[in-house]
């Protein structure tokens, strides 16, 4: 059991270019979030869905999308990028909001 | 809004010797009460968690009290080991949503 994956590890963006970060989970959880974490700022909620379809805005949703189309799949898109959004990106799924998270290994993103 | 806050910022212990991380939550309804413990290069992972229903849990060298009245709860971890060094996360669900409010992290150095 893979647990929950994310790609790539790493990357360098231009500032206006798109990026997807994907991230897949064999869990069958259904819950699934997507956090940036800054220095200092600890864990920041960005995007968060409760089950297949539907998706919620988090502390920090601006320049963010999500879709949710199966229950494994939870891809975070950042239509225009900027150099604000330089960060560790860390997607979790869980049970629900009420038991354990499990996180991915994170993306680290560089907009410059 | 709802927050969640969190201290010492940064705590150095002699090996052996206990340490103590405090947050404060200020959504009375919330009910979980997460500890992550965060290795360099990787994703945060649950070490300890207490629901509402408890004031204290014990697992081997690790444990959590919560104070429901005063809306705090605390990690304690007893004769610390160089591998307890990490950065730890406390968390609270905000009830009845799926935003899991992360404080900012404690930084641990235990020192041989």
């Known amino acids: 059991t893979a647990g929950i994956t994310q790609a790539p590890t790493s990357q360098i963006l231009a500032a206006g270019r798109s990026m997807t970060l994907r991230c897949t989970q064999d869990m069958r959880h259904n819950a699934m979030y997507w956090y940036r974490q800054d220095l200092g700022l600890g864990l920041r909620l960005i995007h968060y869905s409760n089950t297949a379809g539907t998706t919620g805005k988090g502390e920090v949703p601006d320049g963010y999308s999500v879709s949710r189309a199966n229950t494994d799949d939870f891809p975070l898109t950042l239509a225009s990028a900027v150099p604000s959004q330089t960060s560790v990106y860390f997607c979790?799924?869980?049970?629900?909001?009420?038991?354990?998270?499990?996180f991915g290994p994170g993306t680290r993103l560089t907009v410059l | 809004g709802e927050n969640v806050e969190q201290h010492p910022s940064t705590l150095s212990v002699q090996e052996g010797d206990s340490a103590v991380i405090k947050c404060t939550y200020s959504?009375?309804?919330?009910?979980?009460f997460p500890w992550y413990k965060q290795e360099l290069g990787k994703g945060p992972q649950l070490i300890i968690d207490i629901r509402s229903n408890v004031g204290e849990k014990k697992d081997q060298r690790i444990a959590v009290t919560l104070n429901k009245t005063a809306k705090h709860f605390s990690l304690h971890i007893t004769e610390t080991q160089p591998e307890d060094s990490a950065v730890y996360f406390c968390?609270?669900?905000?009830?009845?949503?799926?935003?899991?409010?992360f404080g900012a992290g404690t930084r641990l150095f235990v020192k041989a």
């Open positions: 968390a609270a669900p905000l009830w009845g949503g799926f935003k899991t409010i």
């Open positions: 979790a799924s869980s049970v629900d909001p009420y038991n354990e998270q499990f």
């Open positions: 959504d009375s309804a919330s009910n979980y």
